[in-house]
C-alpha cells in the first residue's frame, strides 16, 4: 500500500546511545516532517523538509539532526539520547493541505 | 505564530448519540486549512475531515462534520451515532495555505465511547 513507512515501532535506548529513525514515501511528495508526540501536548514539529535537498528547524530540534537522503527518505538521528527524548515519534509527508503519517515510532530512553 | 487550542482534555458519550468536540485556533492569516485527525490506540494519525478556509460551507464526511466560524476563529467537529470504532485521541490542526508552512496540533481530546 502507498504510504509513509517508518521503522522501528519501538526501540528502547540507553543514555547516551544512539540512533536513526527512518522514514520512506512513495508518494512523491515533495515536503516531508518529524513530529514527537508527548502526553497533553500534542504534536511538535522537531525538523522538516521542504523539498530535496532542504531541512529546516521546528519548535523542538535540539538533540536531533535530519538527512533528507533523497526525495523519498527522511531520517531522524539522536546522537546521544537523553530520558527527556522519551516519546512517541512520527514522521509525515505532504503535498498539498493534509498530511499522511507513518505508524509511528515509540522510544524509551532509560 | 499560529496556535491551536483543544479546550476539552476528555470527552465521553454514549453509543449512538452525538458529541461536538471543541477547537479554536488563533491566525493572522486569511488562507489556511483546518483538520481533525483521530488517533485509535494503535497509533496511526487518521485525517477525518478537512475545511478550506476560503469555502464557507462546512465540510462533512458521513457520521463527521464541522461548524466552521471563522471570524470565531472556532473549529468543531461533530460526530453523529457515535460508534465505539469512534474512541480515540482526536486532535485539531492548523496549516497555513502557504504550503511552505508546517501543521500545528492542538494538545488532543480523547473520546470515550460508552456501550
Known amino acids: 500500500n502507498a504510504g509513509v513507512t517508518q521503522t522501528p515501532k519501538f526501540q528502547v535506548l540507553k543514555t547516551g546511545q544512539s540512533m536513526t529513525l527512518q522514514c520512506a514515501q512513495d508518494?512523491?511528495?515533495?515536503?516531508m516532517y518529524w513530529y514527537r508526540q508527548d502526553p497533553g501536548m500534542g504534536l511538535r514539529l522537531i525538523y522538516y523538509?521542504?523539498?530535496?535537498?532542504?531541512?529546516d528547524k521546528g519548535e523542538v530540534p535540539n538533540g536531533y539532526n535530519v538527512s533528507r537522503l533523497n526525495k523519498r527518505e527522511f531520517s531522524l538521528r539522536l546522537e546521544s539520547a537523553a530520558p527527556s527524548q522519551t516519546s512517541v515519534y512520527f514522521c509525515?509527508?505532504?503535498?498539498?493541505?493534509?498530511?499522511?503519517f507513518g505508524s509511528g515510532t515509540r522510544l524509551t530512553v532509560v | 505564530a499560529q496556535t491551536v487550542t483543544q479546550s476539552q482534555p476528555e470527552m465521553s458519550v454514549q453509543e449512538a448519540e452525538t458529541v461536538t468536540l471543541s477547537c479554536t485556533y488563533d491566525?493572522?492569516?486569511?488562507?489556511?486549512?483546518l483538520f481533525w485527525y483521530k488517533q485509535p490506540p494503535s497509533r496511526q494519525m487518521i485525517l477525518v475531515i478537512r475545511q478550506e478556509a476560503y469555502k464557507q460551507q462546512n465540510a462533512t464526511e458521513n457520521r463527521f462534520s464541522v461548524n466552521f466560524q471563522k471570524a470565531a476563529k472556532s473549529f468543531s467537529l461533530k460526530i453523529s451515532d457515535s460508534q465505539l470504532g469512534d474512541a480515540a485521541m482526536y486532535f485539531c490542526a492548523y496549516r497555513s495555505a502557504d504550503l511552505g508552512n508546517d501543521m500545528r496540533f492542538g494538545a488532543g481530546t480523547r473520546l470515550t465511547v460508552k456501550p
Open positions: 509525515a509527508s505532504s503535498w498539498t493541505g493534509a498530511y499522511t
Open positions: 491566525t493572522s492569516e486569511s488562507d489556511y486549512y
Open positions: 523538509s521542504a523539498s530535496e535537498g532542504t531541512t
Open positions: 508518494m512523491n511528495h515533495n515536503s
